[in-house]
């Protein structure tokens, strides 16, 4: 699939708001819970008002707004397509789609080998003309970040990658998994949302690589091609983009209104342990397994504490998926019902928005794209990007067990 070049960055926190102007400055805050661990209505953290708040978002760099564009999409797919779909998609070209790209975004837990996926990749089979999107790779590892994984990447460093693989804001966007036990397809999705692509122009495949080849979708094997005009399809940034640090080259533009919904470790210590008006609901969400929430089974990474955010909600993220699978999602109809037995109220006349969070950010995004699914609108969605990974190591901050 050829693809051309382009840019996306991050705009200012408080004009991304403007369409919470009615909340704005605001202290974020919410009543500590004496009874946190309950997780019954309780778990509803009262009186959101904003996030914001001058520290949201602080560092996604303000070079964003410079780089900010419009996008429309004439044709809206939704978030899932089917692997029949998708094949349509990667062999017709019409003129109403625009560009397509296919992305393998895989990235498993517990990988001995921290290449595994992108070795997979380059072996084939792979999805003819895709690319490799390493979600540990193009990420933020600097300052308070250095210690975290796939922490989502700045906007400078999203924009360099971009045009090293060709993408442009007019591509089309399919992610999908080299198996079914990949985690990290809604965390790719989510990263080129959060990065200003186009909402109604990315999308997930409800399948892998197997499924493609049984529907005899075109695949590849063997050593990699570069594109046309030399464009990257396994990008690495220390070998592929040196210098992207002082370079203001990068050409690809997106707009952006989700930069503001993710959220530091700050801003979430002041939803749980502040108040203020009765306008919102907040509800913190945390895609952990019952165990690990609970605190009585181990974290997977050493070094942290057990146990939950207090007034967060326990709603495991294999929950809303299909048949044990972490690509493809549950229907529409099944994941209200999961929500509602978690007591997870998603009614559209709620005035209220949801924090996601997990063990370290990915599948977090399982749950927002579920609410997404069920008619949240995306701006009501935030991110805790440093996810238990940061939570659990900070002795200061209120666990519950």
């Known amino acids: 699939m050829p693809m051309n070049s382009s840019p996306v960055r991050h705009g200012n926190v408080l004009t991304m708001l403007s369409r919470l102007s009615s909340l704005s400055h605001q202290k974020l805050t919410a009543a500590v819970f004496a009874t946190a661990g309950v997780l019954s209505s309780s778990h509803k953290i009262s009186a959101f008002s904003s996030f914001g708040s001058p520290f949201i978002s602080r560092r996604f760099d303000r070079q964003f707004h410079r780089h900010m564009s419009s996008s429309t999409s004439s044709v809206d797919y939704g978030q899932f397509v089917s692997v029949a779909d998708a094949i349509k998609l990667h062999d017709d070209d019409d003129s109403a789609v625009g560009p397509v790209a296919f992305v393998d975004a895989s990235w498993h837990l517990g990988a001995t080998d921290p290449d595994a996926d992108r070795k997979k990749f380059e072996a084939g089979p792979r999805i003819a003309g895709s690319i490799y999107f390493d979600i540990n790779d193009v990420a933020d590892k600097e300052g308070d970040n250095k210690d ?22 007019a591509h089309r966007i399919i992610f999908y998994g080299n198996d079914h036990a990949a985690l990290s397809i809604p965390r790719a999705a989510i990263t080129f949302r959060i990065m200003g692509h186009d909402s109604n122009k990315i999308h997930m495949m409800q399948g892998d690589v197997d499924d493609w080849v049984q529907q005899n979708g075109p695949v590849e094997t063997g050593p990699l091609e570069t594109e046309k005009g030399g464009q990257k399809r396994s990008l690495r940034v220390a070998e592929d983009l040196s210098g992207w640090e002082s370079s203001d080259t990068a050409s690809y533009s997106g707009s952006s209104s989700l930069a503001a919904n993710v959220l530091t470790k700050s801003d979430v210590l002041s939803i749980i342990e502040g108040k203020t008006s009765e306008q919102q609901q907040v509800t913190v969400l945390d895609a952990r397994s019952a165990g690990r929430f609970a605190g009585t089974a181990p974290e997977p990474r050493a070094g942290l504490r057990g146990g939950h955010m207090p007034g967060a909600v326990s709603l495991p993220y294999v929950n809303l998926m299909s048949d044990g699978s972490n690509v493809a999602f ?51 969605i935030y991110y805790y990007d440093g996810a238990w990974c940061e939570w659990g190591a900070d002795p200061d901050v209120p666990i519950v067990t």
Do not use: N
């Not at 906007?155 to 060709?166: N, R």
């Not at 099944?334 to 005035?351: H, L, P």
């Not at 063990?359 to 995306?378: I, M, N, Y």
């Open 330 to 380: 549950k229907c529409m109809e099944e994941m209200r019902t999961t929500f509602d037995q978690a007591g997870v109220d998603i009614s559209s006349d709620k005035k209220q928005k949801f924090v996601v969070s997990c063990g370290s950010g990915v599948t977090a995004c399982h749950l927002a794209t579920g609410l997404k699914q069920c008619g949240v609108a995306e701006e009501d």
């Open 148 to 169: 975290l994984p796939h922490m989502f990447p700045s906007p400078k460093l999203f924009s360099a990658a971009m045009d090293a693989y060709g993408i442009t804001s």
